[in-house]
């Protein structure tokens, strides 16, 4: 529904909450309508009628979402470092397990596709003395 | 064996999740309201639950009801 305001295809009406004398009216939402024709059966009968759909985008609501995004995005980052993070009585994670954990943690914080992770695993031989 | 790790923001993708934050649906059979109309009489319809917290709120906080002693009664008050 929202492909027309994407193209620029739709426009869109200004909602702005009313102001007091002297000052600018400060702009909230902004949103279209389409009617969307609708038909249901009640009683053997067939109705129609026209149902109109407002899609108002609120300012204050996309900031909020906006902000609750970055969280996720942050708290997906943290859990990401902490999968490699040595601690005591923490088992460590062999190499093959640690991309379906991290791809885990992206789908639970739903930051999927919104950051691109790499690891590699670096060995090093240590010389023993016989 | 150690572990070299790297993780980056997609900004573009971010970007474009932006445009579809915020928004609300609403619908009625009504065919001749605007959307301001509709935003504000969505926003400001009759809450009985508002009345309540008008009570209960910091104004009129007339919350002591277990209380006996006028004098705390008028103090509170």
């Known amino acids: ?130 | 064996m150690s572990f070299v790790r790297a993780v980056r923001r997609d900004e573009q993708a971010i970007a474009q999740r932006q445009p579809a934050m915020g928004w609300q649906v609403y619908a009625a059979n009504g065919l001749t309201l605007t959307v301001p109309q509709v935003v504000w009489a969505y926003r400001g319809p009759y809450r009985s639950e508002d009345d309540w917290a008008r009570l209960k709120g910091r104004s009129l906080g007339l919350t002591p009801v277990d209380l006996q002693d006028e004098q705390r009664l008028g103090g509170l008050v």
């Open chain 1, 1 to 130: 529904m929202l492909q027309p305001v994407c193209a620029g295809k739709e426009a869109l009406q200004v909602v702005s909450r009313p102001a007091a004398a002297g000052q600018a009216e400060e702009r909230v939402a902004s949103g279209f309508w389409v009617d969307v024709p609708l038909t249901a059966r009640v009683d053997e009968k067939v109705v129609r009628w026209t149902e109109r759909r407002w899609l108002v985008r609120s300012l204050a609501y996309a900031q909020a979402q906006q902000t609750a995004l970055e969280r996720r995005l942050t708290a997906a980052t943290a859990a990401w470092h902490a999968l490699v993070q040595r601690q005591q009585g923490k088992r460590r994670r062999l190499h093959a397990e640690l991309l379906p954990a991290a791809g885990d943690s992206v789908t639970e914080q739903g930051v999927a596709g919104l950051r691109h992770y790499h690891i590699q695993a670096v060995g090093t031989v240590r010389q023993v003395r016989v």
